[in-house]
């Protein structure tokens, strides 16, 4: 899983080489969470609410295999089969939380995310922030003024 070298397309020093496989697509998880519910007659249950917490849940989880381990090398070299399977296994349930809310919400997950990957750049401009982790309005030239309305600008 891991791989050193140095990254190409930045000149920094890269810790891990890792693709997703193309398949399955968030639209196959969730078509495939649907017919899962459905089939079981969960429908009923996968409120957003309900869901909400039960991905909250999972959330903790996952925390819980990171708890105490202190910093983590990227890749996790030090890891053993058994962490991460249950890593995987964490990590899956909330990943399957999040394809239901967002179908159960209406909310076309694939397209709101690459959106909020477009404002962030806007957020982050990569020749302004590069190397600091800042958050945004911590820039001076990023500092938001409060209108009038109460609305802000920027």
């Keep these: 899983m891991a791989t050193g070298g140095e990254d190409p397309a930045n000149g920094q020093e890269r810790s891990t080489a890792f693709n997703f496989s193309e398949t399955p697509t968030l639209e196959d998880l969730r078509a495939s969470m ?3 519910a459905t ?3 969960w429908n009923q249950y996968h409120t957003p609410r309900n869901l909400l917490l039960a991905m909250v849940g999972e959330v903790g989880e996952l925390s819980e295999i990171f708890q105490w381990r202190g910093e983590v090398a990227p890749g ?3 890891w053993s089969q058994q962490d991460r399977k249950r890593l995987e296994h964490e990590l899956s349930d909330v990943l399957l939380y999040l394809v239901r809310l967002s179908h159960v919400c209406g909310v076309d ?6 959106r ?3 404002h962030n750049a ?3 401009p990569a020749d302004r922030v590069r190397g600091d982790s800042r ?3 911590e820039y001076h030239e990023f500092r938001q003024r409060e209108t009038p309305d109460g609305e802000e600008s920027s």
């Design 34 to 36: 649907n017919q899962f």
């Design 39 to 41: 089939e079981r007659d």
């Design 76 to 78: 996790l070299p030090d």
């Design 109 to 114: 997950l694939p397209a709101a995310a690459s």
């Design 116 to 118: 909020k990957m477009a």
């Design 122 to 124: 806007r957020k982050y």
């Design 135 to 137: 958050k945004y309005d």
